[in-house]
C-alpha cells in the first residue's frame, strides 16, 4: 500500500475547481508540484491539509482514509511562502509553539536539535523582525519539522530568497529530511528546486494534474506541448519510418531522428529533446560516437545567469539548447552562424503515438 494516497480528489469553490486529482506517494518520497498561477497549486495543499472539504474523492495517510478528519488531527505540516512567524515570541518559542500542545516534556531538546540541523541554535534568543528572509524561513521549517509531522506541505517556501540563501537552504533541508524520512509536496516555480530535491514532479494547469511521474519521466518525456514548454523541453511531431534491430528512425519533417526508444513502424510519435541533452559545435564533429548530427543555424542566444539558451533553427524546426557561457564564450558563434546539433539516440525520448 502507498504511504499516502490522493484519489480522484474534486474540490468546488464555486470560482474554481480542481477536478479528478489522482496521485500516490511512498514514504520519504519528496514531491515537487509546478504549474501556471491560478492552477489550483495550493488549493490541493489546503484540501490536503483539510481547509478545503471535497465534493469527491478521498485522501489516505498510512493506510487510514483521512478525509473526515480534521485539520489538526491530521499530523500534517504546512509551511506558507509569508513564514508567519509570531513576531513577539523568540525564535525558540516560535519552534516550539507546536509542541507545547503535544507535550510538556523534551521540548528544550526537541527544539534545539532541530535548530542545530537547520543552523540557527545561534538565534533562538532572537526574534524574528531581527532575523534576515532566509533565517525567517529555517525557523518556519523547524516549528514545522520539530512535531514530525508524517506529511510536510510547503506553498514556495523559497521564493523570496536570494540565490545563494536558496541553495544553501534547500541543503540543509534535504539532510534533515533524509534523516527524519519525511515525505514532502512542495509546490515552486523554479525547476531548481525540482532538480535539487524532489524525485516526484507534478504539472497542474486549470484545477487538472495534467502529469505526474519521477523526476526524468516528467521531464524527459512530457505527454504534452504544454508541459513540454514548461518544463523546457523540444516536442518535435514525428513518423516512425523504421524500428528493426538498431535504432528507431523518425522523420520529423526536415530531418531525421535515431532513437533507442521503440515505436511502431508507420506510427506518429511526439519525440522529446532536452535542452541540456544537446551538444553543439561550430565545426561538423567527424570523430564523435552521436548517432544524431542536425545541421543548424543560430537564431537568437539569450543569456540566463551562468548558462545561455542557444535557439537553433534547421529549416522550420527550432531547437533550444542550454550551455555554459564559458562554451558559448569558445563556440565564438553569433545569430546567423552556422551550428551543429548533436544529439545521442538514447536522449531522443518517444513520448507517445
Known amino acids: 500500500m502507498s504511504f499516502f494516497k490522493v484519489d480522484n480528489l474534486h474540490i468546488d469553490l464555486v470560482e474554481f475547481q480542481l477536478r479528478k486529482v489522482s496521485f500516490r506517494l511512498d514514504q520519504g518520497d519528496y514531491m515537487m508540484i509546478i504549474g501556471p498561477t491560478g492552477a489550483g497549486k495550493t488549493i490541493l495543499l489546503e484540501s490536503i491539509v483539510g481547509f478545503w472539504k471535497p465534493e469527491k474523492g478521498r485522501i489516505w495517510l498510512e493506510d487510514v482514509e483521512i478525509t473526515p478528519v480534521p485539520p489538526e488531527r491530521r499530523k500534517i505540516g504546512i509551511v506558507y511562502q509569508d513564514y508567519a512567524l509570531i513576531p513577539h515570541f ?10 507545547k500542545k503535544k507535550t510538556k516534556y523534551g521540548i528544550s531538546e526537541s527544539v534545539k536539535d532541530i535548530a542545530a540541523s537547520l543552523n540557527i541554535d545561534h538565534l533562538l534568543h532572537r526574534k524574528p523582525g531581527t532575523l534576515s528572509g532566509g533565517e525567517q524561513q529555517r525557523v518556519a521549517l523547524a516549528r514545522s519539522l520539530v512535531v514530525e509531522p508524517k506529511l510536510l506541505l510547503m506553498d514556495e517556501p523559497f521564493s523570496a530568497l536570494d540565490p545563494k540563501t536558496r541553495r544553501e537552504t534547500r541543503h ?8 527524519r524520512k519525511t515525505t514532502v509536496i512542495h509546490i515552486s ?7 535539487a530535491l524532489a524525485n516526484k514532479l507534478a504539472i497542474f494547469r486549470d484545477g487538472f494534474l495534467l502529469q505526474f511521474g519521477t523526476i526524468d519521466e516528467v521531464f524527459r518525456r512530457p505527454q504534452s506541448r504544454f508541459i513540454a514548454d514548461f518544463v523546457g523541453a523540444s516536442l ?18 526536415d530531418f531525421q531522428l535515431l532513437s533507442t526508444d521503440y515505436a511502431d513502424e508507420g506510427s506518429q510519435v511526439q519525440v522529446a529533446l532536452r535542452p541540456e ?10 570523430s564523435i560516437s552521436a548517432q544524431n548530427i542536425i545541421r543548424t543555424k543560430l537564431k537568437r542566444l539569450v543569456p540566463e545567469g551562468r548558462a545561455s539558451f542557444l535557439h537553433l533553427i534547421a529549416n522550420e524546426t527550432e531547437l533550444t539548447v542550454l550551455v555554459t557561457n564559458n562554451a558559448v564564450t569558445q563556440l565564438g558563434v553569433s545569430p546567423g552562424d552556422t551550428i551543429y546539433a548533436i544529439i545521442k539516440s538514447a536522449n531522443v525520448r518517444i513520448v507517445g503515438s
Open 236 to 253: 518535435l511531431d514525428g513518423t516512425v519510418l523504421a524500428n528493426g534491430s538498431g535504432p528507431c528512425i523518425i522523420d520529423v519533417g
Open 90 to 99: 523568540t525564535v525558540f518559542e516560535n519552534i516550539a509553539y507546536g509542541l
Open 172 to 179: 540543509l533541508l534535504l539532510d534533515v529530511l533524509k534523516r
Open 189 to 195: 516555480h523554479d525547476l531548481n528546486d525540482a532538480w
Open 277 to 286: 541533452d544537446i551538444i553543439v559545435s561550430k565545426k561538423y564533429p567527424s
